[in-house]
């Protein structure tokens, strides 16, 4: 996995919008608004991505390249590192299981207006 493919993969996701909110250096993905990725271009070594609580500490004792989010709240964001032992199909998991997340965390009204991958 790469930046570039990475990226290709996040705007082909339902509705999601590319953002650059914090400056030039960072590159974050949205889903209603709400980010579920985000890359700092300048350091482009990983990415921070949304997780459940339960299944991020899973994540963080099973793989190497999963850390707690970098700069991020711990609890809710891991760091996913490329070049790791993290392979691309896990590392898509992960984009969309962030990206249910962000959606599963909306109002229930808001809900049904995104499509759950």
């Known amino acids: 996995m790469n930046v570039?493919?990475?990226?290709?993969?996040c705007l082909s996701l339902p509705q999601v919008e590319e953002r650059?909110?914090?400056g030039d250096?960072?590159?974050c993905f949205c889903i209603a608004g709400k980010m579920f990725?985000?890359?700092?271009?300048?350091?482009?070594?990983f990415v921070n991505m949304k997780c459940n609580p339960d299944r991020a500490v899973e994540l963080r004792?099973?793989?190497?390249?999963?850390?707690p989010g970098w700069h991020?709240?711990?609890?809710?964001?891991n760091s996913v590192y490329?070049?790791?032992?993290?392979?691309?199909?896990?590392?898509?998991?992960?984009?969309?299981?962030?990206?249910?997340?962000?959606?599963?965390?909306?109002p229930k009204r808001l809900?049904?207006?995104?499509?759950?991958?």
């Open 82 to 106: 490329f070049r790791s032992d993290v392979d691309d199909d896990l590392f898509l998991e992960l984009v969309r299981h962030s990206y249910n997340c962000v959606i599963a965390s909306l």
């Open 4 to 9: 570039e493919d990475l990226r290709y993969y």
């Open 25 to 27: 250096d960072t590159l």
């Open 72 to 77: 991020m709240n711990k609890r809710h964001w």
């Open 37 to 45: 990725l985000l890359i700092a271009l300048d350091c482009s070594d």
């Open 61 to 67: 004792e099973s793989y190497v390249g999963i850390s």
């Open 111 to 117: 809900q049904s207006e995104y499509e759950m991958l």
């Open 20 to 22: 650059m909110p914090f």
